[in-house]
């Protein structure tokens, strides 16, 4: 009996496990404002500050009518760090948001080549990642405490 | 039988003695300090008290204070002058809040510089703007909370390779400034290039580089006539700079007099930064930048408040 009522709970939990798909990459909601802060927590060369959706939208190129929600730290202009994380209304554009924060460390890095080099190095390491519907962006100083912690939000 | 009155004991008057002792030294505080006090729980910030006595102390003995050089500090704000201000002094000429920054030898380009107005504009006035500029205008389109107006700005956009290198990111890629403009109607323009050209060996090469950029923008705008804003640039925090040594702020002074030259010469509006942003002795406000020359967030929003009083009226 003890034994059935074992592979009952093994059972429902294993069921419970594939309808969540166990973590995040199903969709399940992201913290979008604590991912951010703890990535910009990484950030040790100047401060970042929260901006606008519409600077969000002119900086990244991002369709806004296809973003449900976002979230973007960027800085004084001292530095190439910045971070950035948006909600994909549909997941089809998920794909076209992470060529456009590829597009933009590619701009990045062409730009800092010249005027500040060392940013460059940081951009060469700059995390892009997604996870369901959410797009991340991570340029920092430290991108293995940043990888780390993507990891644990399910990216 | 009327019960004799018990003699403290010696602990009792010890603690009576005590505690008038305490009482003493309450009572003095309060009354000697009692303005510290008051501070103490009051909104005024122990800077603000300490301001506020230094003026009151250079009134009393008739010196002008460091105040009267800076308006720096971060609670500035930016009225306009009062007709009671304004009125012609009797004595010794005085500095006009709006002098303060500018660089010495400019007294004869007074004219060009953009005097504040009574009331702010919101931001609807730069619905028709363009805002071109070097990663500090950049800085402040991120951190300032501006809302309208277009932005080509660029880390590293200077007068030497304003036409010869793709630096502005568009959606179809990296395209020149003069190209980026073209897609954009704008009727006003705020400059702010010079922080890029501060180890120039030739300042007047600068004002005529400037001159030429300025004057093809102007060519570009839907306005036969634009409204043309040169912003100052801004000082830097010398100790903190790294990325020169000719990133000073006796080159900034020099490159601020030639901008101002050249906007009188043009007809161009020169707004003062360094009125808000200067420490008084031609150096930037310490804390407004953790690399001596970005600014932070505060005093981004402090720029944009700035540029909401200092604007020229349009004709009615």
Redesign the interface.
């Known amino acids: 009996m003890k034994k059935r009522i074992s592979t009952c709970f093994a059972a429902a939990a294993a069921i419970a496990c594939v309808l969540t798909a166990c973590g995040s990459k199903g969709g399940a909601d992201i913290d979008m404002k604590k991912l951010s802060a703890d990535l910009q927590g990484t950030i040790t060369?100047?401060?970042l500050?929260e901006?606008?959706s519409?600077?969000l939208a002119?900086t990244y190129?991002l369709d806004m009518e296809k973003i449900d929600d976002s979230v973007a730290a960027?800085?004084?202009?001292?530095s190439a760090c910045e971070v950035a994380i948006v909600k994909c209304k549909d997941s089809d554009y998920v794909k076209e948001a992470e060529q456009l924060f590829h597009t933009?460390v590619d701009?990045?890095s062409?730009?800092?080549a010249?005027?500040?080099a060392p940013e460059v190095a940081k951009l060469d390491d700059a995390l892009i990642a997604s996870s369901g519907d959410y797009v991340v962006l991570c340029v920092t100083d430290d991108p293995d405490s940043a990888q780390s912690i993507l990891k644990e939000a399910g990216f | 039988m009327e019960q004799k009155k018990k003699r403290p004991t010696r602990q009792e008057r010890r603690r009576a003695f005590l505690i008038n002792a305490l009482t003493l030294i309450v009572l003095v505080l309060v009354v000697f300090e009692g303005k510290s006090l008051i501070s103490l729980f009051s909104r005024q910030n122990i800077h603000e008290r300490i301001r506020m006595e230094e003026e009151e102390v250079f009134a009393q003995a008739n010196i002008p204070s460091r105040e009267t050089e800076t308006t720096a500090e971060r609670d500035t704000t930016f009225s306009a002058p009062t007709e009671a201000e304004t009125d012609p002094p009797e004595t010794e000429p005085q500095t006009e809040s709006w002098e303060i920054g500018l660089p010495e030898g400019s007294e004869d380009y007074l004219d060009c510089v953009v005097k504040p107005q009574e009331t702010s504009v919101d931001d609807s006035y730069f619905q028709d703007a363009v805002f071109i500029g070097?990663?500090?205008?950049?800085?402040f389109?991120?951190?300032s909370?501006i809302?309208k107006g277009s932005?080509v700005t660029?880390?590293?956009m200077e007068l030497e390779n304003f036409y010869s290198?793709a630096?502005i990111?568009?959606?179809q890629?990296?395209v020149p400034v003069m190209d980026a403009l073209k897609n954009i109607n704008y009727t006003k323009i705020y400059m702010m290039l010079g922080t890029n050209e501060l180890g120039a060996y030739d300042m007047n090469s600068v004002r005529e580089s400037y001159r030429k950029v300025l004057s093809d923008i102007k060519t570009l705008s839907s306005s036969a006539e634009p409204t043309v804003y040169v912003y100052s640039v801004i000082y830097v925090e010398e100790a903190l700079v790294t990325?020169g040594y000719y990133v000073n702020n006796a080159n900034v002074d020099a490159v601020n007099l030639e901008i101002m030259k050249m906007c009188q010469e043009e007809g161009y509006h020169y707004i003062n930064l360094n009125e808000v942003f200067s420490d008084g002795y031609h150096s930037l406000v310490s804390g407004a930048?953790?690399?001596g020359?970005?600014?932070?967030?505060p005093y981004?929003q402090d720029w944009l408040d700035y540029t909401r009083q200092h604007y020229i009226p349009e004709a009615a």
């Open positions: 060369s100047g401060s500050a901006v606008s519409d600077i002119s190129f960027l800085n004084s202009g001292a933009r701009n990045q062409a730009l800092f010249d005027y500040n | 070097d990663s500090r205008m950049e800085g389109r991120n951190l909370g809302t932005f660029a880390v590293g290198e630096q990111a568009t959606a890629g990296i990325t930048s953790s690399d020359v970005h600014l932070e967030q981004c």
